[in-house]
């Protein structure tokens, strides 16, 4: 086991982020193992722990692991075997008190401090790591609960692992569980253990980094997917589906069916603007969970991408997946309510082309594009009227058509197949840059010597 001590600033993080093949930037120097430069089998051994790991606040303690699991366990276990490993680690670092608990976050009460920390442990020793690089495991904790994690990574240690640490609590060395201590250096000094491990791997698959054959995913893609999406399912539907979202657009759907309550024809403006207020409500409502919910899932793919958990085209599809039913089971309810609370026109037809747009509107909302709300009035206006309809003018008893009222007649109504391929154009170019985007972060950096 392995100590940097050191006071805050001393650059501790930055050399185990360097060490363990994470760092990008301009470095100088070179940083080997063994003579060997850092390979894809290499990494396979090695695992990192940051000091604010994330995980999914509304997992149980045995999903995150079961899941990781699913993840990172080669095709050569069985479903079965995986999830028994999943329950051997949580035995092991001793979770199996708070198994069923979920993990929480700021603002949802979950385990403890102590018990974070040896699930985000516990998800890293799943594939059984030679080494295991972890920053700050101690910082923030009580002194009780520093020495339970202490004393987790001493057997972890005494268990074949050769584990590097870096703390700024001086209650790691007074209780002797260090047996190396670096203090701001560098200093090369790996167990034999691991150095036997990293030759025999240098033997088997020599110049990994160059080595495009060598067998990059231990599991397939449609394995990745399934588990992904069943992991995006279980996380999201809190977030979708929380008592905030629900109540703000069942209220917003009665508030609006009762300001255009049975509003008819011959109250043409108010239709529309009521079709008009839907679309910007959607558009807006979809793009500020967007805003606020990517960091986090950044964090987390940045995380889990590093690790080789999964590829991004997985990664990506499934998200879409999880994704659909959380966003258009709400708006399906709202539009169902406040449809009929308004009076519009009262076909099962008319009524599902206006559903139609709706939803082809929420499935591209989540990229900021005004121009989309633009397409998706003309749908609403399209489900409503035609260019013949007539409405009472303002003149008594004379009709006029819609087709000539200055608020449809700059737009049209003879456009609806126009507006709906530029929807779906526009949701298929978002979500490819979307991808790309992803592509970027997920981008491995390069060491230059």
């Excluded at 360097?18 to 051994?45: C, D, E, P, V």
């Excluded at 009580?142 to 609590?169: F, K, M, P, Y």
């Excluded at 959607?282 to 986090?296: K, V």
């Excluded at 591209?364 to 709300?373: F, G, P, T």
Aim: hydrophobic share 45%; net charge neutral; with cysteine.
């Amino acid at each position: 086991m392995l100590a940097m001590l050191g006071p805050s600033g001393s650059g501790k993080t930055t050399l185990l982020t360097a060490l363990g093949g994470r760092l990008g930037g301009h470095l100088a120097g070179t940083i080997t193992y063994n003579g060997k430069t850092f390979s894809n089998s290499m990494k396979r051994n090695t695992e990192f722990v940051t000091q604010d790991d994330v995980l999914y606040p509304h997992l149980t303690v045995t999903e995150a692991l079961v899941f990781a699991a699913l993840l990172r366990l080669p095709n050569s276990f069985t479903k079965q075997e995986m999830i028994m490993h999943a329950e051997a680690v949580m035995d092991q670092l001793g979770l199996v008190n708070c198994k069923d608990c979920i993990i929480g976050d700021l603002f949802l009460r979950g385990v403890s401090g102590g018990e974070w920390k040896r699930v985000s442990i516990g998800q890293e020793i799943l594939i059984n790591p030679t080494l295991l690089f972890l920053d700050e495991p101690t910082s923030g904790l009580d002194s009780t609960i520093v020495q339970r994690i202490a004393s987790t990574l001493l057997e972890l240690a005494n268990g074949g692992r050769t584990i590097g640490v870096t703390s700024s609590n001086e209650s790691l060395k007074d209780q002797n569980l260090v047996k190396k201590t670096l203090v701001l250096a560098y200093r090369s000094n790996i167990a034999e253990k691991l150095r036997e491990e990293l030759n025999n791997n240098v033997d088997r698959h020599p110049d990994q980094t160059e080595n495009n054959k060598f067998e990059r995913w231990l599991t397939t893609w449609w394995q990745q997917f399934t588990v992904l999406l069943q992991r995006g399912v279980k996380e999201r539907k809190h977030e979708s589906f929380s008592v905030l979202n629900t109540a703000e657009v069942l209220a917003v759907a009665v508030l609006l069916g009762l300001l255009w309550w049975q509003s008819d024809i011959a109250h043409l403006q108010d239709q529309i603007g009521f079709l008009f207020f839907i679309s910007a409500f959607w558009g807006l409502f979809l793009l500020y969970q967007a805003i606020f919910t990517f960091p986090q899932e950044r964090l987390m793919l940045e995380k889990e991408w590093s690790s080789r958990m999964y590829r991004l085209s997985s990664y990506f599809m499934s998200s879409i997946a999880s994704d659909l039913p959380m966003e258009l089971i709400l708006p399906t309810v709202f539009i169902t309510i406040s449809y009929w609370m308004a009076g519009l026109k009262p076909t099962a037809g008319n009524f599902l082309h206006t559903l139609f747009a709706l939803l082809l509107c929420v499935l591209v909302s989540q990229c900021h594009e005004a121009r989309h709300r633009h397409y998706t009035y003309k749908l609403f206006l399209g489900s409503q009227y035609r260019t013949d309809d007539t409405y009472p003018c303002s003149e008594p008893e004379k009709v006029c058509k819609v087709g000539d009222f200055p608020a449809i007649n700059s737009d049209g109504l003879d456009v609806q197949f126009i507006s709906a391929v530029a929807l779906v154009l526009m949701l298929v170019v978002y979500k490819f840059i979307a991808y790309m985007a992803l592509v970027r972060i997920g981008a491995t950096p390069k060491l230059e010597k």
